[in-house]
């Protein structure tokens, strides 16, 4: 193993796996100008992200930046999207094919970012044996049969809320390491099991009651 | 002006703000299976939130549980989802209907929570004219003079990260007041715009750096 897989091996804290992406599309953005050369102190500014901080998180990478020329942007947007994992593909499984899911299945873009939906999984029948996205949907029932078949260690879930706590159960019994929970149900799970949530609909919340728009109440 | 349209002029703290969802969706799930009241110990048992602070954080809505009853499930449920703006709709304009923008237009579950995308904005001459999941798709030129018609203070950002900025900035120009940025990129905004940043990639990169799946890099 060289020294680069070894430092890959390291979990991060998780304050400094969401300014990574920062970072990233800020560099991406620079490339896209033209721009060859980025300093810490131009980060910084940018982002508002103490210039200590990025250095300190950008020496996870074992990238260097070069006295008074910075980091070089390309090098520095590739060393991010590899060490973030995105430049590999990880496959996962949706439970819940419904609205959010086919949604999920059809963005294309996910992939840019290394994950790769390999199978639907559902209780409708209409939808079952059918394909959305070109990926396959299948019976909830077998789930473990094919992640296992599949090799796929993420689940999302985009059920109704009533049924997200079930349905992580369920996942987890199936073999799966990872959930990306986009309902905003808080899951309970095991330890060593990983989960995000991808709260959309909290974001809503909050947007809401800043613009102040629900001052009439519809009964 | 009633006592209950006054209460929700209040601007909440963002940390209730996001926590009022987590309870909704736990009473949503009551109600689901029958349950008729439910206590704040059993709450704050279910979400590991302290009793204390579901009891602050649900005073802000003005209802009150009953002595060893409890909220009733239907009623929280109902004044959760009205509090939070669930229960009226909310224009929204979206800029970028590629893969992602696309996704968000098909998915009717926003609706359930309020969001009424009223039309979409791109620069790609094959999408502008057509309608994507019934809603228009315009020429970007045409977002103030469409915003103004349609009514939308909302901007949903689904653009390539390179473009974030300039898309928020041309959003806020043409007189929208809170930005849905679903890029990983770090908007600036003039101080009274609201921004609610949805970082799907950045919960991408946890689960990939805690699966520890990334150990061999591709390149």
Sequence with gaps: M???EMTQRIILPEPTLRRLPWYLSYVSMLRWNGVEYVSS???SKELSVDASQIA???SFLNIKGKTRIGYEVASLERGLQDFLGFLKKHNAVIVGTG?????LMADSGLHNYGLNIVAGF?????VIGTTISGVPVFHVDRLEEMRVRLKAEIGIVTVPVENAQAVA???VA???KAIWNFTPFRLKVPEGIVTQNTSIYAHLAVMYNRLGSQMTVKK
């Design 56 to 58: 300190k998180d950008l």
């Design 122 to 126: 559902d209780i409708n029948p209409t």
């Design 99 to 103: 609205s959010l899911g086919a949604a």
């Design 41 to 43: 102190t131009q980060i």
């Design 174 to 176: 199936a073999g799966i």
């Design 2 to 4: 060289d020294r680069k």
């Design 169 to 171: 159960d369920y996942m």
